[in-house]
């Protein structure tokens, strides 16, 4: 680990160099690259350089013990004490930091959420797992684009899908994709039984031209007039759009706009990124045939959590995780929920690593 710590400093120190250079501001595509590069090691250098001064510090200490003056060893034993604490810690986050980082946390959100068993209540359940989210987004500064949304009849949402752009978006919301159940008593239900309903969420990385390679002889594109809410103009023009892509017959449809040229360029948006979590998907099962994540697969047909209302509590079953705060989470406080599956994952990735 040492020998690989050493290497990226050695590196880091390089691109210091070579960004102080007078003509780097000549190529400024070559800057950034530059730039960007010097910034990704910053924080594992800095790391490795506070662990190598607290070795530092402890062999240092260790020979104060020896010192004659008994308040200079007193001293000496506090900074060992305070030093073998840290250095663990220190340890565990090189660990961490020298795991491979995974190339879409960066990328912008495509997220999808559909009704499921459970007919009205399940709508109303998903508009409400559309507002927690938004309520994060809007915590965390990040803007949230509607893309398109199907309302069901009681108010709720039969389907709603949402771009949601920011800073580093996909690896906080990537473990949210499965079935979310939730448990309560529906407020057309006279006798206050308790119902169980659930809704699907899917969270796919936007993808971008580089991602994903689509052909315009493998598209079949629909227009055709658009249904539903939207007053007099829906049925006054063709302009809904069906795309469909025949190799893998993935189909997306948008009637939001009135436009034909913007719902064509969503529903595109949509289509690309559904094809490139589906060969991601297809990737992480291949590399990963011999183990399951602790997290799970994020396969929307694995159920995640439950929402008990009457109980106020909201269980994550991959990691076996109950906080009582349904309230505030639903408000769209899912932080805690957020970092617990990440460091859980961050555990099964150190495990495998030291099989491996």
Not at 58 to 77: G, I
Not at 259 to 282: D, T
Not at 301 to 327: A, K, M, V, W
């Amino acid at each position: 680990m040492f020998a690989k710590l050493e290497g990226l400093e050695k590196k880091f120190i390089e691109l210091e160099h070579s960004l102080a250079e007078p003509d780097v501001f000549n190529d400024q595509e070559h800057y950034r690259k530059l730039t960007k590069a010097h910034a990704d090691l910053r924080e594992i250098v800095e790391m490795f350089r506070r662990h190598r001064a607290l070795l530092q510090e402890q062999a240092e200490n260790k020979q104060l013990l020896r010192d004659e003056d008994p308040e200079m060893r007193a001293l000496a034993q506090e900074d060992l004490h305070r030093i073998e604490a840290e250095l663990p810690e220190v340890e565990q986050e090189l660990k961490l930091l020298l795991l491979p980082k995974d190339p879409l946390d960066e990328k912008n959100t495509i997220l999808e959420i559909r009704a499921g068993t459970g007919g009205e209540e399940a709508a109303l359940f998903a508009a409400d797992l559309f507002r927690m989210y938004s309520r994060f987004a809007e915590v965390k500064g990040w803007k949230v684009e509607l893309m398109s949304e199907s309302p069901s009849d009681s108010g709720g949402l039969k389907e709603v899908i949402c771009l949601i752009s920011g800073t580093k978006v996909y690896s906080q919301l990537k473990f949210e994709a499965g079935t979310h159940r939730v448990q309560r008593v529906p407020a057309t239900e006279a006798q206050g039984r308790i119902h169980t309903s659930a809704a699907t969420v899917a969270v796919m990385p936007e993808a971008e031209e580089v991602d994903v390679e689509i052909r315009p002889e493998d598209l079949r594109i629909d227009i055709y007039r658009a249904s539903g809410a939207g007053g007099q103009h829906v049925n006054k023009t063709e302009s809904a759009v069906r795309i469909t892509h025949l190799p893998t017959n993935t189909v997306v449809t948008c009637q939001d706009e009135r436009s034909q040229h913007k719902n064509k360029a969503r529903a595109m948006k949509v289509l690309a990124s559904r094809i490139l979590a589906a060969e991601r998907e297809r990737y992480n099962s291949e590399i990963s045939a011999d183990r399951k994540s602790q997290v799970g697969s994020g396969d929307r047909s694995e159920r995640i959590r439950t929402y008990n209302f009457p109980q106020g509590r909201c269980t994550d079953h991959r990691i076996n995780l109950t906080l009582y705060s349904l309230e505030r989470i639903m408000e769209g406080e899912i932080q805690p929920l957020v970092e617990a599956l990440s460091t859980a994952a961050q555990a099964e990735a150190l495990k495998a690593a030291a099989t491996e």
